[in-house]
């Protein structure tokens, strides 16, 4: 299996510049966040509060009726160990009143919505604790595409977009995480027992070996095969990650004016801090 | 201060490892005068800031906005301040030529004493300097009170045949202002950092010469600059190292007695034949057409 150890040391502490400044630059001092008590979001919260101190970090607990009950228990454990503001909103209501005028059974179809409207009470959220968004995707779903569109992907800033499932997993032991939350296997939790490494179809540590060797490495397909790598799983890896560029891309726009968004209006994002 | 010429100098170098504001030159040169200030009051000879310290890094369409010509009045308080101490700092260049450059000025007794633009601006990957401005043509050695200087700028440093030039030209110390993006985080340290740091061990030891690196902190468009700013000597030894990640003006005494002894019990440029340097380099460059 790949190496993908880091130094967790000096990698915690890059992160926690990063927010404190990337926080500022966007002219900030608050952030919010959900908190799903899953494993991501206990990491970024943990980061946020060392970064900007527990007052200035929001968690908000949007649990549907479907949602397992140790989601809700576990964000609030998470909340009460750093010590974070914490509100919760149910959106079971939301969400049944418009699955009541549409008839559906696709799971997928449903998860979208309640990431969704998790999506917008996140940013509506924002206008009151004049807060930023913070994203909570690791850099395995971003580039599996494991991931709602403009749902949880919508974010001021990602933390740990740059970071395998694997050395998040490396990164929360190392900031001493609750094992409850460390042990739990990884779930969207959109429905009931969902698994990640279920719909997946392989553990990540194995998919984020070939991610790594795909994306880091820029080795081909036959390459990744020949170390040792499932065919089946490494067809699967690559078409997830080519199939799925449009949700990491600005959509394309029709240029036809002297400088264009996406294209050649190139300012920083940072600019005049 | 004390002597020149061929004869042995001390001096007191300050290297100020700043975070500039992407795109502000207002605020930034507020930042270049109080650490240089801090600088004059700790009795410092140089204080040398980042590459682009006036403006940030990853400028993209502001590259323009911000590029100003060395002889701008906008540096004014620096010349001012230049009286007492030599002043190096990066900045976008609106050169003569109509082009932006990424350059470096080098500012003593109260005026722009050179100019240099970078050779090698890199743009692949993260980075896309080319994009906005244009390649520098010229290394510049030139006399300091401190000694032979020359700039280089990031990049340039890992083009060994730059800081071969400096060499060829008998420089005493090279000035590496720096914006260097971290990557890699298995080791103890940055790999980045481990590269520059083995880089520059290298050059210091084979050329005989002292560098002083300077790199900034902070981040642009989630970009992070590792720091990491320290002096070398002729033999590979650290002379001052400000950390990571933090801000800081750090100081390193230097004597360049140390230039002196080391090219006696190693002498290389002495041995080193230009002539023949050339004529095989001029081979390669005309095969190099075949």
């Known amino acids: 299996m790949t190496d993908l150890s880091l130094n967790y040391e000096v990698l915690s502490k890059f992160l926690v510049y990063f927010i404190k400044e990337e926080v500022q630059s966007n002219k900030f001092n608050k952030v919010v966040l959900g908190l799903s008590g899953g494993l991501d979001s206990a990491v970024v919260a943990y980061l946020s509060a060392e970064a900007l101190g527990k007052e200035n970090v929001i968690g908000i607990l949007m649990p549907y009726k479907l949602s397992s009950p140790d989601s809700l228990n576990d964000a609030l454990l998470i909340a009460k160990k750093i010590g974070i503001k914490h509100e919760t909103f149910e959106i079971t209501d939301i969400v049944d009143q418009y699955f009541k005028k549409i008839n559906t059974t696709d799971k997928m179809r449903i998860g979208n919505f309640l990431s969704r409207v998790r999506m917008s009470i996140l940013f509506d959220r924002t206008?009151?604790?004049?807060?930023?968004?913070?994203?909570?995707?690791?850099?395995?779903?971003?580039?599996?595409?494991?991931?709602?569109?403009?749902?949880?992907m919508a974010?001021?800033?990602?933390?740990?977009?740059?970071?395998?499932?694997?050395?998040?997993f490396e990164l929360a032991k190392f900031m001493k995480i609750p094992e409850k939350i460390l042990n739990k296997p990884p779930s969207a939790d959109l429905w009931p027992g969902q698994k990640d490494e279920d719909e997946l179809g392989a553990v990540y540590r194995e998919l984020d070996s070939v991610l790594y060797l795909y994306i880091d490495e820029r080795k081909s397909m036959e390459e990744i095969i020949s170390l040792g790598h499932s065919k089946k799983l490494v067809q699967n890896v690559i078409r997830r990650v080519n199939s799925t560029q449009f949700k990491r891309t600005i959509p394309p726009v029709a240029k036809f004016s002297a400088r264009t968004l996406g294209i050649d209006f190139l300012y920083p994002h940072d600019m005049g801090r | 201060m004390h002597s020149k010429g061929g004869k042995n100098l001390h001096y007191k170098i300050a290297l100020a490892q700043i975070n500039p504001v992407l795109g502000d030159i207002e605020k930034n040169l507020l930042k270049h005068?109080?650490?240089?200030?801090?600088?004059?009051?700790?009795?410092?000879?140089?204080?040398?800031?980042?590459?682009?310290?006036?403006?940030?890094?990853?400028?993209?369409?502001?590259?323009?906005?911000?590029?100003?010509?060395?002889?701008?009045?906008?540096?004014?308080?620096l010349l001012t301040l230049g009286k007492h101490i030599d002043i190096v700092l990066g900045f976008v260049e609106r050169g003569k030529d109509k082009n932006s450059y990424n350059s470096a000025m080098y500012?003593?007794?109260?005026?722009?004493?050179?100019?240099?633009?970078?050779?090698?601006?890199?743009?692949?990957?993260?980075?896309?300097?080319?994009?906005?401005?244009?390649?520098?043509?010229?290394?510049?050695?030139?006399?300091?009170?401190?000694?032979?200087?020359?700039?280089?700028i990031c990049r340039d440093i890992f083009h060994p045949s730059l800081m071969f030039l400096a060499y060829a030209s008998n420089a005493d110390i090279v000035l590496v202002l720096s914006n260097m993006p971290l990557r890699g985080l298995k080791g103890e340290k940055p790999a980045i950092q481990e590269t520059v740091e083995k880089a520059i061990d290298t050059y210091t030891n084979f050329f005989g010469m002292f560098v002083a690196y300077v790199n900034r902190v902070g981040f642009d468009d989630g970009l992070g600059f590792f720091g990491g700013s320290f002096v070398c000597t002729p033999s590979g030894r650290k002379l001052a190292y400000a950390g990571l990640f933090d801000e800081a003006l750090t100081f390193a005494e230097i004597d360049s007695e140390e230039i002196f002894k080391k090219r006696q019990t190693f002498p290389l440029l002495r041995e080193e034949d230009m002539n023949i340097v050339k004529l095989n380099f001029d081979k390669i460059l005309e095969d190099s057409y075949d």
């Open chain 2, 33 to 77: 005068e109080e650490f240089t200030k801090k600088a004059i009051k700790e009795k410092a000879d140089l204080i040398v800031f980042p590459e682009l310290s006036m403006t940030g890094y990853k400028l993209g369409d502001l590259t323009m906005e911000v590029a100003l010509p060395y002889e701008s009045d906008f540096f004014k308080p």
């Open chain 1, 155 to 168: 974010a001021g800033l990602y933390p740990i977009g740059d970071l395998y499932k694997t050395q998040v």
């Open chain 2, 107 to 152: 500012i003593s007794e109260g005026r722009v004493k050179s100019v240099y633009e970078k050779l090698y601006p890199p743009t692949h990957g993260m980075f896309d300097e080319l994009r906005f401005v244009a390649r520098g043509k010229e290394i510049k050695t030139f006399d300091t009170k401190i000694g032979k200087v020359s700039m280089l």
């Open chain 1, 127 to 152: 206008r009151e604790y004049d807060a930023i968004v913070m994203g909570t995707g690791n850099k395995s779903e971003i580039m599996l595409g494991y991931t709602t569109w403009y749902g949880d």
